[in-house]
């Protein structure tokens, strides 16, 4: 009996580490973006985009709508960069990001690779 009884302790581990193991680099995972964000905005330099595009994710997040926000950052000698920012923004903030609005954002470019984030904006 104390055999089966080992054989069963060694079977739990091999099944919970692992389990235990995804857990930790999905928890990791999720906090990254935000370690991301707080860095363009410290380190970033200031521009201003005009708002292209407004898109809701249908997912909230404390409360606050997730919206893909469509930028358009003008630069010098080169083409505007485009891109979209994944965000939490307050309902009453909705208006200011509207198509054609102009809005500041913080701009780090990492590796040849252009990281945009509003400036200002919160880390929920």
Not at 5 to 20: D, F, N, Q
Not at 48 to 69: D, K, M, W, Y
């Amino acid at each position: 009996m104390r055999n089966a009884e080992a054989v069963i302790t060694v079977y739990m581990i091999l099944i919970s580490l692992p389990l235990i193991l995804l857990a930790f680099m999905v928890i990791r995972q999720s906090f990254q973006s935000d370690r991301e964000i707080k860095r363009i905005l410290k380190k970033g330099h200031s521009a201003e985009a005009t708002v292209s595009s407004l898109r809701q994710t249908n997912s909230e997040i404390n409360g606050h709508p997730e919206v893909f926000i469509g930028l358009t950052i003008p630069r010098e000698h080169e083409e505007p960069l485009r891109t979209i920012i994944k965000t939490a923004i307050d309902m009453v903030h909705i208006p200011e990001y509207q198509p054609g609005h102009k809005v500041r954002v913080k701009v780090l470019e990492v590796d040849g690779r252009v990281k945009v984030a509003l400036d200002g904006s919160q880390v929920y």
